[in-house]
């Protein structure tokens, strides 16, 4: 049997029943029926007058005019395991969300609009963060401040408290007049202030690097940070010491002139070969002293001459007897010159290491270097 034909049966046997009703049994239950209704109507009015008086304001705002609206708390507590529960109310069935979402908590609020994010943090100070609500292209955002665990909190406060003791520690080393005085002196008044001051010395003067305890104070360097106070006392060198730096600079300035005159006079030397086939003729020309120096290479016996001129236009002298001449085939240029002599020969010469030259062939001339 079809649905449709067994209601339709159904509905004629309900009619058959209603016409055999005496007027008054009918009257007594459409009445019945009516004041069910009634009660049923009243009673739904009732749950929704009391349901409404349970509403917050700003939910009876929004149920009339959409407006917006997120009920946090201003501040909570992270909890021992550094974790934060942050309960609220806004619009039913809204999305929400810690800052963008990306690391933070989501949820969506129930049909009342109550919700519940977790925050996740281990935090070292008060930390602001955006809660946000979205829901059909609307949204709100409030800020909660989430305040670290109590346990945090208290080292937090031990630690301020310990920075003050250092905050007053450092004011008090700023007050104490040490220049002067030795610095086993000052640092026994630091330590009368705080044993757990550090307190280290060093030379007023960079290039005098040890200083002893008995020395006196230039200069104080204070410094305060969050792991206490430190003194730097600047000390003066003793005599000796400065005694012992000015000698060593000395020496080095001695040492340094003599290597400036020792590259002075070296670059005032010259030093040319004119070769033949058996042997070759050596000259040493010394231009600080103006002498020049001659011999061959198969003979040890050294010839000296003064001379006058200069090797870019000419230098006159005379070896053992013989007139002679010499200058730089370019002037400016040493690496060629020519050697005459008065008879008319000329000698082309290029141009050696003075150093190698004095070295080999001139040791037994008494040069300054």
Sequence with gaps: ????????????KVKLYWLKLTFKTKVIILMSISLAIILVSIGFVIKSHINNQNLSPQMKRFKRDGTMFMLIPEEVNENENH????????????????????????????????????????LSEKTNIKITANIHGKSI??????????????????????????????????????KGKSYIDAKREISEISSNIDVKSQSNNSEIKEVSESERVTDITSNQDENGVSVMLSLEPSDEAKRDLAAKKALIKEEKDKAIAKEKYLNNL????????????EYLIDKNTSTIYERTTDDASISQSKFTGDMDSKIEFNLDGLQMIAYHHYAGNKAVAFFN????????????????????????VNLTY
């Design 83 to 122: 974790v934060v529960k942050i309960k609220g109310n806004t619009i039913p069935q809204a999305d929400i969300r810690i800052g963008y979402g990306i690391f933070g908590d989501t949820t969506t609020a129930d049909k009342h609009g109550d919700f519940t994010l977790v925050y996740d943090d281990d």
């Design 1 to 12: 049997m079809k649905f449709k034909e067994y209601v339709t049966i159904l509905m004629g």
């Design 141 to 178: 955002a409030r800020i909660v401040t989430v305040l670290p665990s109590p346990q945090v909190l208290k080292e937090i406060e031990n630690n301020n408290k310990q920075i003050k003791e250092y905050e007053q520690e450092y004011q008090k080393v700023k007050k104490l007049k040490l």
């Design 341 to 364: 002599d008065a008879t008319g020969n000329s000698n082309e010469a290029h141009s050696m290491n003075p150093e190698t030259v004095r070295d080999q062939y001139f040791q037994k």
């Design 270 to 281: 010259e030093a040319y070969e004119v070769p033949f086939q058996e042997y070759a003729i």
